[in-house]
Structures are given as C-alpha cells and as structure tokens.
C-alpha cells in the first residue's frame, strides 16, 4: 500500500507528489541542522508522530519564528509516538567531515527511538546508511509533517546548544548568528582566534589556526 502527500515549495509552487511504500504507524521523519556552521555539532532528530494526535502547523524550521518553533518543538515532544535528538561533535565533523557526521547524527537519533521506526523519510537526496529502510525526500520538511517535525527538534535544539556556548564566550555572537560564517562571526574569529569548539576542517577557521 501507498500514501501520497503534496505540499508546495518556496514561492508557492507545487512539489510533487509524495508516495509513500509503508502504510503502518512507526515512520520516522528524520532531518538535520548545523551543516553549515563553523562551529558546534551539527543535530539531527528523528520523529514518530502519532496519527490519533497530529500536530498544526509543522513546517520547515526555517520558515517559522524562533517563538513558534519553541512552541512547535513542545508540542512534538507530548503528542509524538516517539521522538529523538542526537549529535555528532565538532570533533567528529573534522575527522569524517560534515557529510558522514551528518549520517552520523543521523543514525544516532534513529537508534534512540523507543518504539523503533520501522520506516524512514530522511530530509535530503541520500540515505543515511541505517538498517531500517526508507526513502530520501528532497526538500522533505516542506513535504511530510513528521521531517517537519524532526527538523524544528533538530533547529531548536542546536540553537540551544549556540545559547549555551554564548553564554561562556559572548564576544563571539553565538546566540545571534547560530554559528553560521556571518561577518560578525568571522570578524570575532580573525580577532579573537578560534574556540575548541570550532570545526578546525572549515576554511575560515583553518586560516586562523595558520595564523596562530
């Protein structure tokens, strides 16, 4: 049996159909956030709604205010069927690079499901090598609410963690730019040099360091 889903992309147009090879209750959206950053673990979370709860308004974490995601994220943790966030460190990102910390991560929040998935729709175009089958859904948290879900957990989670790390190191501007390279987080890297946890294999943090 199949399921199908439609949703619209950026700009209102249409994605299409979604079809779905598994009919039963434990399919996990799974998704990532933190790919990009210079600093901090990239997260990623895996989610089981529970059909007899659905939550509204799931959408792409990067659609929604800080507010709202908060909101959403609190929602996702009572009504799901199960729920996970993990991580793979800094140090892990430079020593199998973003793409397998990723997958990384990834697996970790699918192992961490209490009932375990028995399907997975993963954010993206690739699998992430896990046991449990699946589909990879390009541009999947704007098509299915489950990948919605697991990435406002994932989004609202590491932006937590660059809270936390501005509190130790404020002049740096974590709460603000998440980590991201902005100009405000490259000036402070170029005057103030790299923390621990910054991901050494990143260009502009391998500069610094080359300097030092």
């Given amino acids: 049996m199949t399921a199908k889903a439609c949703a619209r992309g950026k700009g209102g147009r249409e994605l299409p159909p979604l079809v779905i090879d598994y009919a039963g209750e434990c399919l996990a959206g799974v998704d990532e956030v933190g790919r990009g950053p210079l600093v901090g673990p990239v997260v990623a979370a895996a989610v089981i709604l529970d059909p007899a709860r659905p939550i509204a308004g799931l959408a792409d974490s990067k659609a929604l205010t800080a507010r709202r995601r908060e909101a959403l994220a609190l929602e996702v943790r009572d009504r799901a069927l199960a729920c996970a966030v993990a991580e793979a460190s800094a140090a892990e990102v430079d020593a199998l690079n973003i793409y397998h910390a990723t997958h990384l991560a990834m697996r970790r929040a699918i192992d961490a499901l209490v009932p375990a998935a028995e399907y997975l ?13 699946g589909q990879a859904v390009v541009k999947g948290d704007a098509r299915h609410p489950a990948i919605a ?16 790390l501005d509190a130790r ?29 910054h991901r050494r294999s990143f260009g502009p943090v391998k500069r610094q360091l080359a300097l030092s």
């Fill in 149 to 164: 879900a697991a990435s406002i957990l994932a989004k609202v989670a590491r932006d937590a963690g660059m809270v936390a």
């Fill in 169 to 197: 190191h404020p002049d740096y501007g974590f709460a603000r730019h998440k980590g991201y390279p902005t100009r405000e987080h490259l000036a402070a890297l170029e005057r103030l040099g790299p923390l621990p946890e």
């Fill in 121 to 133: 729709l993963v954010d993206g175009n690739r699998l992430p090598g896990h046991h449990v089958p």
